[in-house]
């Protein structure tokens, strides 16, 4: 049987500031070692400052996670000399003293299957090593300490994923749970980084270290699983190891073991103390907590009708769910979950592209109630939704300068009936014994009207033209 781990780094980079000084979080857009302090760099006289909203943000994605929370938290110092760490130790969380980490175990479902989380912990991140040169001839290294001292949870899972499937579905139900939760934009570069675990047939345990991205971390394990199988086949023992995942060949490598055995001599970090995060703050954190995705599935099915397919694209999608809650009416939801999924969703298929966009709440709602009082025709909506995206103007505006107005005057459509009509007459003989070929012939009109024919009026036109 295959068993795998998973210790997901992933950082808050929705705060303003880092965890322990009041530097910049968003460090990816300052020049290499200018987005630093006295504090992030470890001079000596300074003294750590905790960000406490990190630390509520951590304890939102230890609720969101069902883990427990202990009553009070404590850091650790985690040693060890290394050209990314400018203070030679790490502040991180450490269960020595029982549960003291921001999130004791929890479980997250990931379809049938029960996955369940070991701890939670708030710590630093390190600075940037960058390498100039192939990987086996460095010339250069090159350190950027924006990143140093910015703040990163810590995830860990017990080794209950049975295949990589499993690992890119919990993955896929993680990042849309810390996007929800308004913590983290799992989009940016280098804003989840793992560590995999992986065992089979009750053998070694080889630990893969240095995935840099949710993408990269199903392949990985999916490599060594592959790796182990085969040497299994051929009765080797696999040695109990870690390996580092390289991105430019895909593949994992032995690493070095001493660089692994380091002791870290952690110690409690004397410069801040054991924090109580009571009762008070947890009811003050779940009111503040945002609505869950599957609260939200539940709440667009039950209230407004949408269907399960539909109602699991948009809650499970930030940026859509937003959209739809903002402009959802009891009347016009099902048109705007409609126009969501089906149009919209081709439009800003990217985090570019839902930058540029210039589309509105507003927008929506001017669309829907369109549709919905015969206006236009929904192929017209798309081309206008297409158009608002670009450019945000208002729908009236569109609807003139495109000329998207629906055709629904009788004498203009029934002059464009006739000439289907004579152009299609099997289609009109089929028609009489055969319903469904009006459907054919209505999507003909539609055609010569560039998709703006009242889809109703036309209908009705043409089943009085043909018996
Ligand atoms: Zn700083």
């Known amino acids: 049987m295959t068993k795998i781990g998973l210790e997901i780094h992933c950082q808050l980079t929705k ?10 979080a968003n460090y990816r857009e300052y020049e290499p070692n200018t987005n630093i302090c006295p504090i992030c760099m470890g001079l000596p006289g300074t003294l750590p400052r905790l960000n406490q909203k990190a630390i509520e943000k951590a ?3 230890a609720m969101a996670l069902n883990c427990s929370i202990p009553e009070k938290i404590a850091f650790f110092r985690k040693n060890y000399f290394y050209p990314d760490l400018p203070k030679n130790f790490q502040i991180t969380q450490l269960n020595i003293y029982g549960d003291t980490s921001i999130g004791g175990s929890g479980m997250i479902m ?25 990987s086996s001839k460095n010339q250069i290294t090159l350190v950027d300490y924006n990143r140093a001292g910015t703040p990163l949870v810590e995830i860990v899972t017990e080794p209950d994923f049975e295949n990589p499937k499993q690992v890119r579905e919990f993955l896929n139900i993680l990042s849309d749970l810390l996007e929800n939760l308004d913590v983290s934009d799992p989009g940016l570069e280098g804003a989840m980084r793992a560590d995999a675990n992986v065992s089979i047939e009750g053998g070694n345990k080889v630990e893969i270290k ?7 971390l199903e392949k990985a394990v999916h490599f060594e699983i592959t790796r182990q199988e085969s040497l299994h086949s051929r009765e080797i023992p696999i040695a109990q190891e870690t390996r580092h995942w390289d991105d430019k060949r895909k593949i994992t490598i032995s690493s070095r073991s001493k660089e692994e055995e380091l002791d870290y001599r952690y ?3 004397g410069d801040i103390p054991w924090i109580t995060v009571g009762q008070q703050i947890h009811e003050k954190l779940r009111l503040e907590m945002p609505e869950s995705i599957s609260s939200k599935r539940e709440r667009y099915i039950k209230k407004y009708g949408i269907t399960d397919q539909v109602a699991d694209v948009l809650s499970s999608d930030k940026f859509y ?5 903002k402009s959802l009416t009891e009347k016009n939801a099902k048109e705007i979950a409609n126009i ?3 149009d919209l969703m081709g439009l800003v298929d990217t985090k570019e592209k839902r930058q540029l966009s210039k589309l509105e709440s507003t927008h929506l709602i001017d669309i829907a109630n369109a549709i919905q009082t015969g206006k236009i025709t929904r192929i017209s909506a798309k081309n206008a939704l297409y158009e608002i995206v670009k450019s945000g103007k208002k729908l009236e505006q569109v609807i003139s300068e495109m000329d998207l107005g629906n055709v629904s005057d009788e004498n203009e459509l029934t002059v464009i009936i006739e000439q289907v009509v004579q152009e299609e007459p099997q289609a009109v003989e089929q028609a009489k014994s055969n319903p469904q070929t009006i459907n054919f012939l209505v999507g003909k009109v539609m055609q010569k009207t560039k998709g703006k024919a009242d ?4 209908l009705d036109l043409l089943k009085k033209k043909i018996t």
């Not at 701890?119 to 040169?133: K, V, W």
């Not at 240095?210 to 990269?216: A, Q, V």
């Not at 769910?321 to 809650?325: G, I, V, Y």
Request: charged share 30%; hydrophobic share 35%.
């Open 15 to 24: 705060l303003e500031s880092k965890l322990f000084c009041p530097c910049k």
């Open 59 to 61: 304890t939102m994605i």
């Open 110 to 134: 990931v379809g049938d299957k029960k996955i369940r989380i070991t701890r939670i912990q708030l710590e630093e991140d390190p600075g940037r090593l960058i390498y100039e040169g192939s």
């Open 210 to 216: 240095n995935i840099g991205s949710f993408h990269d």
């Open 267 to 269: 110690f409690l970090e």
């Open 321 to 325: 769910s937003d959209l739809f809650d």
């Open 340 to 342: 969501i999924t089906t």
């Open 455 to 458: 889809p109703k009026l036309t």
